[in-house]
């Protein structure tokens, strides 16, 4: 049974730091964090390629979030610094088997249940 499951959202102050983890039990050609603030829809946050580790990250997160992989361990990190009260969102881990349209939630085919992260002022 394929899983995604999340880990490492939690509640901090602006400026603080939090590591979401997710954990996979099948092989990926790229993987994603997404994220769902409340009354809006899906926004991509980072996106990593298994075979080369080549990733993307939004504009509004650069210089602040982090995303890795372990393949060995069947993990993927997001770093999170410097949080600011507009990170606050349901956090995502994707993944797709084939190629994906930049930040198009639609193309990633396996999910998880998400965690939360609250970032207050």
């Known amino acids: 049974q394929v899983e995604l499951v999340e880990s490492g959202g939690g509640s901090v102050q602006a400026g603080g730091s939090l590591r979401l983890s997710c954990k996979y039990s099948?092989?990926?050609?790229?993987m994603a964090w997404f994220c769902q603030a409340p009354g809006k829809g899906s926004e991509g946050v980072a996106t990593i390629y298994d075979l080369n580790g080549r990733n993307y990250l939004d504009d509004s997160v650069k210089g602040r979030f982090t995303i890795t992989q372990d393949k060995a361990e069947r993990m993927m990190y997001l770093q999170m610094n410097n949080l600011k009260p507009e990170d606050t969102a349901m956090y995502f881990c994707?993944?797709?088997?084939?190629?994906?349209?930049?930040?198009?939630?639609?193309?990633?085919?396996?999910w998880g249940q998400g965690t939360l992260v609250i970032v207050s002022s």
């Open positions: 099948d092989n990926y050609y790229v």
């Open positions: 994707a993944a797709a088997r084939n190629a994906v349209r930049l930040w198009r939630a639609d193309d990633f085919e396996d």
